[in-house]
């Protein structure tokens, strides 16, 4: 099933939670929706779900007008950050409330009903709770409970709202790839909320990077990672070195010195250079456009993380950077640096 | 107002129904009851030398046996100080029969409606979001802000001969001061705060997320608030339910201004316990009020028992572990 955002307004008093969102989701898509908090995403896909209203625009879902419906009729499945478990209902009873809620003229009889939530709780690989009270499960169970009891109803798209953000590290990493596989075997649209940039690259067919309301990139993880388009994707996707520079007629300059790097068809006026920190490259004292003094360097695993202080400009900017470990950096050490890849933005006022 | 003021002074004397007035409203936060167990798991940490913890436990021990337990047994002890037949015989007198079927018929239509009402209005404050929900909450509270005499009195200025609908209730042979009516509205005045009061906070904590999931997956509003909603507040309405019957039982103030103490037609039973009290029939007043006192102790154990099921409810499911 497709899915198509269009021109959606959404304010809050004076607040625009949403500015003129358009989104097109194809059918059997792993989308993920990522942004800081406050950036509109939630109240975006809880539009989609008929859980909130825009103030304005269209939302279709396999080419019919769904805001014409309510969420009742929309046959979207939603998983809820906090699982929002019927407290009072078994595990079975969860996952059976959407068949039992039927109207009658359609409702299953009990033994489909039974067959269906016993293949659903198999499915999530948690067909042994099925007697429990959700209080008795675990996090992680919780939330594939919430999942199963969602697909329940064969739901035309499917939508997770922050589905891993209560869990602790290790449960949220092993549900991402099981939601991963999971999705390559039932196929159905599926769109999800996440604050979480390693989350979003790591499960989504492609990602939608929003802030303020508005759409900054859509692309695959590949893309959003290696081809920001624009300073806030830069900066909210991967750790980034930013410095303030100023291009003038083609050339970089930092703190009135220039910098030997070409501008890159960047306008005129001041900017921002953006460097993924393992794209700063390190040599002796003298090479490379930029130079400072390691003040701290930390080692772990394969990288050597180390504070800089720059003596360009006016010496106070203290930059990190992530170093292969062929050559240990010492304290105290000056040494140059010289970005390997990098991007110039045009400063936002 | 002279039996304001007669009853006033013999309060002390009659604190049955009194008693099932002042029971706590809203029930007590769950943070209460564990800094409760908190302070009995750490007592030897912050013991007293033991005179003095003797002479605070003795002072709360006879304060608790002047105040509740003395007048508790004065009750049953004067109720039966003419032996078990004088007793019964009180008790089947038809004045009092008419007393006890006239306040369980109130306690049945108010309960009732406040019940209806008190859940609309919960639900209303806590699930939803609209202009003027303070001032709602505040209005909720007005009957207990408000003296009992002063929410009857309201009543009078309402639907008395000199009052804003009176002549037109009059013309149109409808009685509703010094009947049944009357007295069921100034008891359903007085007691609507407790449904509401006892769900609001519960339904506030539970939030509305288990019901948008309810919709999201098809069911339809009313399905909704049956299945979902209703089974997850179950043991606070029955809270705010017992308190509200205990009140709208016990009410006096407030009944006793709208009722006219018309015999054997409509005096509750507080209001009958006055009168035999005042007419020096000891036995039979305190029969009756005998009746109330144990209404009041069986609401304090239910009381207790449901406290515990709140508990449950309250717990949050929805932590992560």
């Known amino acids: 099933m497709t899915i198509e955002v269009k021109n959606i307004v959404k304010k809050f008093g004076s607040f625009a939670a949403l500015d003129n969102v358009d989104l097109k989701v194809g059918k059997g898509e792993l989308l993920a929706l990522l942004g800081p908090s406050g950036s509109g995403k939630t109240t975006l896909l809880r539009i989609i779900a008929g859980l909130d209203w825009p103030d304005a625009g269209e939302v279709r879902i396999d080419g019919e007008d769904a805001l014409g419906h309510g969420a009742s009729e929309r046959h979207v499945g939603f998983v809820f950050q906090h699982y929002a478990l019927f407290r009072h209902m078994t595990v079975f009873e969860n996952v059976a409330f959407g068949l039992r809620v039927q109207p009658r003229a359609v409702r299953k009889d009990e033994a489909t009903i039974r067959a269906r939530v016993k293949e659903l709780l198999d499915l999530v690989q948690l067909d042994w709770l099925a007697n429990r009270y959700p209080s008795q499960l675990s996090g992680g169970q919780r939330q594939r409970i919430a999942l199963a009891r969602a697909l329940a109803i064969e739901p035309r798209i499917l939508l997770l709202d922050e589905p891993f953000g209560a869990l602790d590290a290790k449960v949220r990493k092993e549900l991402r790839q099981w939601l991963r596989s999971l999705h390559n075997e039932i196929h159905v649209t599926s769109i999800f909320v996440t604050h979480d940039q390693e989350e979003a690259l790591e499960v989504a067919n492609r990602v939608v990077v929003m802030d303020k309301g508005r759409i900054e990139q859509i692309g695959s993880p590949g893309e959003v990672y290696d081809n920001p388009a624009t300073a806030f994707v830069h900066g909210f996707i991967g750790e980034s070195i930013v410095l303030p520079v100023e291009v003038t007629g083609g050339s970089v300059h930092l703190g009135g010195r220039p910098l030997n790097i070409a501008a890159e068809g960047a306008a005129s006026g001041a900017s921002k250079l953006f460097v993924r920190r393992h794209d700063m490259q390190i040599g002796p004292a003298g090479t490379g456009s930029l130079e400072g003094a390691v003040r701290h360097v930390r080692s772990f695993g394969p990288i050597q993380r180390a504070e800089i202080a720059l003596t360009d400009g006016e010496g106070k900017t203290v930059i990190e950077i992530d170093a292969p470990r062929d050559r240990e950096l010492q304290a105290g050490e000056i040494i140059g640096l010289q970005p390997r890849r990098y991007r110039i933005f045009a400063a936002q006022e | ?321």
């Open chain 2, 1 to 321: 107002m002279s039996t304001q003021t007669s009853f006033v002074t013999q309060a002390t004397a009659l604190p049955a129904y009194t008693s099932t007035t002042d029971l706590a409203i809203s029930p007590p936060t769950r943070e209460a009851r564990g800094r409760a167990r908190l302070a009995a798991a750490s007592k030897d940490l912050r013991s007293e030398p033991g005179p003095i913890r003797f002479i605070i436990i003795a002072l709360a021990l006879s304060f608790l046996t002047i105040f509740v337990v003395l007048p508790l047994v004065v009750v049953f002890a004067s109720a039966f100080s003419k032996g078990v037949s004088a007793y019964f015989a009180a008790l089947s007198e038809p004045e009092a029969l008419s007393a006890i079927k006239l306040t369980l018929l109130v306690a049945a239509i108010s309960v009732s409606l406040n019940l209806v009402f008190g859940v609309i209005a919960a639900w209303a404050i806590a699930k939803f979001d609209f202009p003027g929900k303070t001032i709602l909450i505040t209005l909720i509270d007005l009957p207990f802000s408000v003296s009992p005499v002063i929410s009857g009195l309201v009543f009078v200025l309402l639907f008395g001969a000199q009052g804003y609908w009176g002549a037109w209730l009059q013309a149109h042979n409808i009685h509703i001061l010094f009947a049944l009516p009357g007295i069921a509205l100034a008891t359903i005045f007085v007691t609507f705060p407790f449904v509401a009061r006892s769900l609001i906070p519960l339904m506030q904590e539970q939030g509305t997320q288990e019901e948008e999931a309810a919709i999201s997956l098809g069911a339809s509003g009313l399905q909704t608030f049956f299945r979902v909603t209703l089974p997850n507040i179950k043991w606070g309405l029955l809270y705010g339910v017992l308190l509200c019957n205990a009140r709208a039982m016990g009410e006096f103030g407030a009944v006793s201004v709208v009722s006219g103490h018309i015999r054997g037609e409509t005096n509750t039973m507080p209001l009958l316990v006055e009168i035999l009290y005042n007419e020096y029939q000891f036995v039979a007043s305190f029969a009756i009020a005998s009746l109330l006192a144990m209404l009041a102790l069986i609401t304090l154990v239910v009381k207790t028992i449901l406290e515990q099921r709140l508990d449950e409810e309250q717990t949050p499911k929805d932590d992560s572990r």
